[in-house]
């Protein structure tokens, strides 16, 4: 078994220290570190897929976006050196709403969108709306993503897509809203296009929107 092999073979067993030993090394044998991250990417795929199986958990679910983040931050500097851009599939702005400070479920999503070739800007937790408005000004992005998991959620993300609308952004954006307690009355009260409970069905959800234009 090569070194690319046994490093997807690492990530998708879940071998945090020997993933970032193979990444380093199959860098210093001369892997193009797009072609790395190719392979992170499939690896976070494959833990996907178990997940959905339920033959993983949240807790595996995490450390696998952590192997990814980690490994991506590894070959940050190869590819600055080389100047390996890659084009991004479309640019993303999420946050958790003002009033809700949970993140775990914000946080896999994240990690999914980067891993399948978003540019992801992530504003943290407790959110306003101005916030939202001026990282999607400043970022031209394509989605916006509201994640919570409190009720109180709810009327933030309402007033964060009143804002949108009165800043003349709403039409230029695609808005998708994630967490516990969404479901199809939460995004028509919220006037989002989109909703899920589950972070790969999101951005299968995201990913077609930006196929389809």
């Known amino acids: 078994m090569g070194a690319k092999e046994e490093l997807l073979q690492a990530i998708t ?4 220290e020997k993933s970032y030993t193979l990444v380093k090394k199959v860098l210093d044998e001369g892997v193009n570190p797009k072609e790395i991250i190719d392979i992170l990417r499939k690896g976070v795929e494959i833990v996907g897929e178990r997940f959905n199986k339920k033959e ?30 890659s084009e991004s599939l479309g640019v993303v702005v999420i946050g958790t709403v ?32 101005e916030k ?24 933030s993300m309402k007033e964060t897509t009143e804002a949108l609308k009165s ?3 709403r039409g230029e954006v695609k808005i998708i809203i994630g967490g516990l307690p969404v479901d199809e009355m939460w995004m028509k009260e919220v006037g989002a296009d989109a909703y899920t409970d589950n972070a790969f069905k999101g951005v299968k959800i995201v990913t077609n929107w930006l196929r389809e234009g």
């Open 56 to 85: 993983y958990f949240l807790t595996e679910l995490v450390m696998s976006g952590e192997i990814f983040q980690q490994s991506a931050k590894i070959l940050e500097t190869a590819m600055k050196e080389g100047s390996e851009t």
């Open 13 to 16: 067993e879940l071998e945090e």
């Open 132 to 155: 939202f408005i001026n990282k999607v000004k400043e970022t031209k992005a394509d989605i916006v993503a509201y994640s919570g998991l409190l009720t109180v959620a709810l009327d």
């Open 98 to 129: 003002k009033g809700d400070v949970h993140d775990i479920g914000k946080n896999i999503f994240v990690t999914l969108l980067q891993a399948a070739g978003f540019e992801v800007h992530d504003l943290g937790v407790d959110i306003a709306a």
């Open 167 to 169: 800043a003349g952004l």
